[in-house]
C-alpha cells in the first residue's frame, strides 16, 4: 500500500484518464448497436448491390462504344476540314495577291 502512495499523482491521474476512455469507448459501442445491425444488413447487401452496379456499368459501356466510334468519326471529319481550309487559306492569299496586282495595274485608283 505503501508503494501506491508512492507513485506520482499525475501517473494516477493518468490512468485514470486512460480508465476513463476505455470505460467510454465501451458505453459507446453498446449504445451502436443497432449501428452495428445497420452495417451487417449493409454487408449481406452488398453482393447484389454489385451485382446491379455490374450491370449498370455494362449497360452504360454498351452505350459508349457506339459513342466513341462516333467521335472517331468525328475526328477523321475534322481533320479533314482543317486540310481542306489550309487550302483555301492558301487560295484566298494567291487571290488577294492578284486582286492587289490587279489593282495597281487600272489607272485611277
Not at 53 to 67: H, I, K, M, N, T
Amino acid at each position: 500500500m505503501l508503494d501506491a502512495l508512492s507513485l506520482p499523482p499525475r501517473l494516477i491521474v493518468r490512468a485514470l484518464d486512460d480508465l476513463h476512455t476505455l470505460a467510454d469507448g465501451v458505453r459507446r459501442l453498446t449504445e451502436r448497436e443497432g449501428d452495428l445491425a445497420d452495417l451487417l444488413e449493409a454487408v449481406r447487401e452488398l453482393p447484389r448491390v454489385e451485382d446491379e452496379l455490374s450491370a449498370r456499368v455494362e449497360l452504360v459501356q454498351g452505350r459508349l462504344d457506339p459513342l466513341l466510334a462516333s467521335v472517331a468519326d468525328l475526328d477523321q471529319t475534322a481533320e479533314a476540314l482543317e486540310k481542306a481550309l489550309a487550302g483555301v487559306q492558301v487560295t484566298i492569299t494567291d487571290f488577294h495577291a492578284e486582286l492587289r496586282d490587279l489593282r495597281d495595274r487600272i489607272p485611277g485608283i
